[in-house]
């Protein structure tokens, strides 16, 4: 038996290449066969893993970003028709022209609001719309002159809000590159962010959810606001989306937050008390009209609900602009 | 067991070890090569609001990774050195320089930072209403023996403004607060910019600026003591690669960006290489 082993061992002794045992014959014998192909095997494992690994260099860290992006456009013109619009949302929209549109600009708006901009922003020069708003669509216009508003009603270049219906106003974004534009440069922003925030390890969301910040669906306002959080805690959410009837071009505008690092909302709601802390302590515009601990369908979270007008430009609407030659 | 069956089973082990060993060093190598070639961008701090204490300014990233890069923070007409960081969108957020780390930091913009792009966090406007702009800086180089040279008008106390040079050359007119001119290609020279305000004759600052050719230059019009002075930066020099004061500091996001652990990983890949070649013909020597 030794010299089997032996001959089994070294091929070149008298008798490996001999008639072997029957057993042998039934199970060759392949204790060589990696001794024997070793290099090769290696060789070609080396190319394989080499392959691999070109392969995964030549993919796209974000494959989710672009078909996000694709996705989204639907959810620019996702507007729905709602309720007439009441007397705290119009001079909240008001005020909102106050702040936002630049003194001495033209704005052109409904009748019924007219009143409530001129005297919540009077260095605006404040046009009702003289008879029906052009067809095919209820637009406010926000220009930075007068001749660019006329062009505008006539083009329709420059949709800068929408009426929904025949109540409610949503002011969008003072813009020069057209409504359109303006739209779509903002879903595209939207997705990408949100693509980026899906990534986020220190964010845990459902996959619906995830599918929402690639389709440019979440509001700004809870992109930049839940990144923040993120970078300080690790959070367990999910995001609501908005009932049916209520206008925006964006589907989520709140969160519920339940487990914050590690530590269940429902079991320890103080756990909550540095989020809410953090969202208070910012400018108005991502101040959240609500942000506390309540009883949801999930159980106790910290819910975080962001109002409408759903403001646009927040995402890389920052750059100084450039002016000159 | 025999001492041939003991030679074989080591032979067989060796083998099997060096095989793994060769995938995991290729896998590494080509991970190492991966994580080499991930580019960055590059954001800095400008502190343009007169009367304005120092900020720290915060960037955290969309997709994760570190909590946050600090801006440090530098005085009013200062700039920082830029931070490199990974390509991707990040909160800004803002802290008076020795507050309480405690205290909420405030958010105040946002920046989307592209691959091999740099980016100017700008502090402008009045104490009360300090907010945080983005300016894209410049990286290509100018021509041979030109300069590219902006003007960025953060004045208040002229909000419109004519820049132009001794010679008479118009940079820009009517610029407002805040805004800011393209890069414009000039010769490499010694050069007299003066501003006054829109419409005016009657110069309000004057300053020689030396542009160097191959340099990228900002020249930034801010509120003085007594009215408007001007200060010049330069945002890169020759290069398109690294600009100007660059420094390896704050690599946010989840995308892992060259570090030095990157090197040290290559380094771990080739003795892994190594230690499965050596394996290997060892394991062949003895077989033969």
């Not at chain 2, 793994?20 to 080499?36: H, P």
């Not at chain 2, 320089?97 to 930072?113: E, H, I, K, Q």
Request: net charge positive.
């Amino acid at each position: 038996m030794r010299l089997l082993e032996s001959r089994r061992g070294d091929p070149s002794l008298p008798g490996a290449g001999g008639r072997r045992p029957k057993s042998h014959r039934r199970r060759p014998d392949r204790s060589h066969w990696l001794t024997d192909h070793g290099v090769p095997v290696a060789a070609a494992l080396a190319v394989l893993a080499v392959v691999v690994g070109a392969v995964l260099y030549a993919m796209p860290d974000d494959t989710g970003g672009s078909g996000g992006t694709g996705g989204a456009s639907g959810g620019a013109s996702g507007t729905v028709s709602a309720p007439a619009v009441s007397a705290t949302e119009a001079a909240q929209l008001a005020r909102w022209v106050a702040v936002n549109v630049r003194a001495g600009s033209t704005v052109v708006v409904p009748p019924s609001l007219a009143a409530r901009v001129h005297v919540a922003a009077p260095a605006l020069h404040v046009q009702a719309y003289d008879g029906a708003p052009p067809a095919g669509a209820d637009l406010v216009v926000v220009s930075r002159t007068p001749s660019h508003q006329l062009q505008a009603l006539e083009t329709r270049t420059f949709p800068l809000a929408r009426l929904p219906g025949d109540g409610r106003l949503e002011v969008r974004q003072v813009t020069d590159v057209g409504g359109a534009a303006a739209l779509r440069n903002e879903v595209r922003r939207l997705a990408d962010a949100g693509a980026q925030l899906a990534q986020n390890r220190r964010l845990d969301l459902p996959a619906s959810d995830a599918r929402a910040l690639r389709a440019g669906e979440v509001d700004a306002r809870l992109l930049i606001t839940l990144a923040a959080l993120a970078g300080e805690h690790t959070l367990q959410a999910d995001l609501v989306a908005d009932p049916a009837g209520v206008p925006g071009s964006v589907r989520y505008r709140q969160v519920r937050i339940t487990r914050v690092d590690g530590v269940s909302v429902a079991r320890n709601p103080k756990v909550a008390a540095p989020l809410d802390t953090f969202v208070r302590a910012q400018h108005a515009t991502l101040v959240p009209v609500e942000s506390r601990v309540r009883r949801t369908t999930s159980g106790p979270a910290f819910v975080m609900r962001y109002p409408v007008p759903v403001p646009l430009g927040l995402i890389d609407g920052n750059e100084i602009p450039t002016v000159g030659p | 067991m025999t001492a041939g069956n003991r030679a074989g089973q080591v032979a067989r082990a060796a083998t099997l070890c060096a095989l793994l060993l060769l995938v995991l060093g290729a896998g590494a190598v080509a991970g190492g090569q991966r994580a080499a070639a991930v580019v960055v961008g590059y954001v800095r701090l400008a502190h343009l609001s007169p009367g304005t204490p120092k900020v720290d300014v915060y960037l955290t990233s969309f997709r994760g990774g570190r909590v946050a890069t600090m801006l440090p923070g530098v005085s009013y007409g200062m700039v920082s050195p830029y931070v490199r960081v990974a390509p991707g969108t990040y909160t800004v957020s803002m802290r008076l320089a020795g507050a309480d780390p405690n205290s909420p930091p405030v958010l105040s913009t946002n920046v989307t930072v592209a691959p091999r792009q740099a980016y100017t966090v700008a502090g402008v406007g009045a104490k009360q209403a300090l907010a945080l702009r983005v300016l894209h800086d410049r990286l290509a180089p100018p021509s041979p023996d030109k300069a590219a040279v902006r003007v960025v008008q953060a004045s208040l106390k002229a909000p419109v403004v004519d820049v132009m040079t001794s010679t008479g050359m118009k940079i820009v007119t009517g610029a407002k607060f805040p805004s800011t001119t393209r890069y414009l290609q000039v010769p490499a020279q010694r050069w007299m910019v003066q501003v006054s305000k829109h419409g005016s004759t009657a110069v309000l600052a004057s300053k020689a600026v030396v542009l160097r050719p191959g340099a990228i230059d900002t020249v930034l019009v801010l509120d003085g003591g007594k009215g408007v002075r001007l200060l010049v930066t330069t945002d890169a020099v020759g290069s398109a690669v690294m600009p100007t004061g660059g420094v390896a500091a704050g690599l946010g996001g989840a995308a892992d960006p060259p570090t030095p652990g990157r090197s040290r990983d290559g380094l771990v890949a080739a003795l892994l290489v190594a230690v499965a070649a050596g394996a290997l013909s060892a394991t062949w020597a003895a077989r033969r």
